[in-house]
C-alpha cells in the first residue's frame, strides 16, 4: 500500500510541468529580494524592549557584513538606544563570520556579564 501511495506521489510530480528558469539577472534580483525579506524579520527595531533592556548587549562586526556601519545602521542603532533604554551595542575587530569564530572569548565574557546583571536585581 505505501509503495502505490509513493509511486502515486511520484508520478504526480512528474507530470507537474517544472517552473521556467529565470534568465540570469532576473535571477539573482530575486534572490536579492528574498534575502531583504527574510533579513527584515532579523531586524530588532521590528520586536519591543525586553523586560531588562539593561541587560541587552548587542555585539556587532567592525566589518560586518550581515549588519554593516552605514547610514541606515546607525539610525537603527540611535532607535534601540532610545527604545531600549540601557542597551548596549558593542563593536568588535571583524565580521560577523570571523568575529564569532575569533573572539570567541569576548563573547563568552559578555554572556557571562549580561548573566551577571540579570542576577543582580
Not at 539573482?28 to 525586553?50: C, G, K, S
Not at 527604545?83 to 563593536?91: H, K, N, P, Q, S
Not at 568588535?92 to 554572556?111: D, K, N
Request: aromatic share 6%; glycine share 4%.
Amino acid at each position: 500500500m505505501r509503495e502505490r501511495e509513493a509511486q502515486k506521489r511520484t508520478s504526480a510530480r512528474s507530470s507537474q510541468s517544472p517552473r521556467p528558469a529565470l534568465p540570469p539577472p532576473r535571477r539573482l534580483e530575486h534572490a536579492q529580494r528574498q534575502a531583504v525579506r527574510l533579513l527584515r524579520l532579523t531586524d530588532i527595531t521590528n520586536f519591543a524592549p525586553p523586560a531588562r533592556p539593561d541587560a541587552a548587549v548587542f555585539v556587532t562586526g567592525s566589518a560586518d557584513a550581515y549588519v554593516p556601519a552605514h547610514a541606515d545602521t546607525l539610525a537603527m542603532w540611535r532607535h534601540v538606544h532610545e527604545e531600549w533604554r540601557g542597551a548596549e551595542v558593542r563593536t568588535l575587530r571583524g565580521g560577523h563570520v570571523s568575529g564569532s569564530i575569533f573572539e570567541v572569548q569576548r563573547y563568552a565574557r559578555t554572556v557571562i556579564e549580561v548573566a551577571r546583571r540579570l542576577l543582580r536585581r
